[in-house]
Nanobody, 126 residues
Framework: VQLQASGGGLVQAGGSLRLSCAAS????????VGWFRQTPVKEREFVAR???????DYADSVRGRFTISRDDAKNTAYLQINSLSPEDTAVYYC?????????????????????WGQGTQVTVSS
């Protein structure tokens, strides 16, 4: 599986962005997709996950502001991010998980994902 994240950029606090994760290789509908983010001073952290059936999970810090979705016909997953704050500044990565189904706190860990995109930078100015 190859993943390509895009859609990042510089935005003012309170603004919105939509990140995209374009996939190729393995049939897109056969795996879950997660979004993570990382800064130079923090480890890569879980943001959101969408399963093959469309069930979703969010980190507490983004719930209500971020929305993960997928379009299997376009082999693309999305992360709509609203009400951005400077604390959301990070490189955002999408990842694929074809071994595990469902949602759980364990599956929020990076080791449960088998393929990763290259990341897209989101910078929020105050």
């Amino acid at each position: 599986v190859q993943l390509q994240a895009s859609g990042g950029g510089l935005v003012q606090a309170g603004g919105s962005l939509r990140l995209s994760c374009a996939a190729s290789g393995r049939p897109f509908g056969s795996y879950a997709v997660g979004w993570f983010r990382q800064t130079p001073v923090k480890e890569r952290e879980f943001v959101a996950r969408i399963t093959r059936s469309g069930a979703t999970d969010y980190a507490d810090s983004v719930r209500g502001r971020f929305t993960i979705s997928r379009d299997d016909a376009k082999n693309t997953a999305y992360l709509q991010i609203n009400s951005l704050s400077p604390e959301d500044t990070a490189v955002y990565y999408c990842a694929a998980d074809w071994r595990y189904s469902g949602l759980s706190s364990d599956i929020r860990r990076t080791r449960f994902y088998e393929a990763w995109g290259q990341g897209t930078q989101v910078t929020v100015s105050s």
